[in-house]
T-cell receptor, first 112, second 114 residues
Framework: GNSVTQMEGPVTLSEEAFLTINCTYT??????LFWYVQYPGEGLQLLLK?????DKGSNKGFEATYRKETTSFHLEKGSVQVSDSAVYFC???????????FGQGTELSVKP | DTEVTQTPKHLVMGMTNKKSLKCEQH?????MYWYKQKAKKPPELMFV???????INESVPSRFSPECPNSSLLNLHLHALQPEDSALYLC?????????????FGSGTRLTVV
């Protein structure tokens, strides 16, 4: 079946450091790709998305590019802030049934 | 209105109680979802409603009973729950079931079964 793999956390960075969270998905079908963020005690928020190869999603300084050749959708941010501390979920959505499939989540902690 | 509203935010119930969780959206979305999330885990899909009809039940025990009274409302009826059912219950909606649309999530109901 379809699946997604995220890098394990927790990831601890200092403020203004560069962030990369790796995500790879299975290549069965042609999914849309999403990153969600969950702040402590809250629901999930859509952070960014890409629906076809080479698309770049971006929001709040975060970026991710749909790489079909490597089946990847890595999340990056050039300079993280303490307020970015949260859990990040990579989630492909395939046409069959249209379900989002969540990765295990990567917890990010940013220290001042 | 770009929100999914869930009530109540917190719920404590005994194993013999009957309670309901409510979810509401006014974005004209035609697909609605219930998820269960345990601490430090990803959300697990429970049910999907598409155009007010149940389209997916992920083998959820019958003590959880979903209902979609209209296109804006989604309920989850709870009866005879177990302590291991304690979790964050998330509702979400999307334009429809096609792959191009993301989900909009509510902030969840934190359920404790005692």
């Amino acid at each position: 079946g379809n699946s997604v793999t995220q890098m394990e956390g927790p990831v601890t960075l200092s403020e203004e450091a560069f962030l990369t969270i790796n995500c790879t998905y299975t290549a069965t079908g042609y999914p849309s790709l999403f990153w969600y963020v969950q702040y402590p005690g809250e629901g999930l928020q859509l952070l960014l998305k890409a629906t076809k190869a080479d698309d770049k999603g971006s929001n709040k300084g975060f970026e991710a590019t749909y790489r079909k050749e490597t089946t990847s959708f890595h999340l990056e941010k050039g300079s993280v802030q303490v307020s970015d501390s949260a859990v990040y979920f990579c989630a492909p959505r395939y046409n069959q049934g249209g379900k989002l499939i969540f990765g295990q989540g990567t917890e990010l902690s940013v220290k001042p | 209105d770009t929100e999914v509203t869930q009530t109540p935010k917190h719920l404590v119930m005994g194993m013999t109680n009957k309670k309901s969780l409510k979810c509401e959206q006014h974005m004209g979305h035609r697909a609605m979802y219930w998820y269960k999330q345990k601490a430090k885990k990803p959300p697990e899909l429970m049910f999907v409603y598409s155009y007010e009809k149940l389209s997916i039940n992920e083998s959820v025990p019958s003590r959880f009973s979903p209902e979609c009274p209209n296109s804006s409302l989604l309920n989850l009826h709870l009866h005879a729950l177990q302590p291991e059912d304690s979790a964050l219950y998330l509702c979400a909606s999307s334009q429809d079931e096609s792959r191009d649309y993301g989900y909009t999530f509510g902030s969840g109901t934190r359920l404790t079964v005692v």
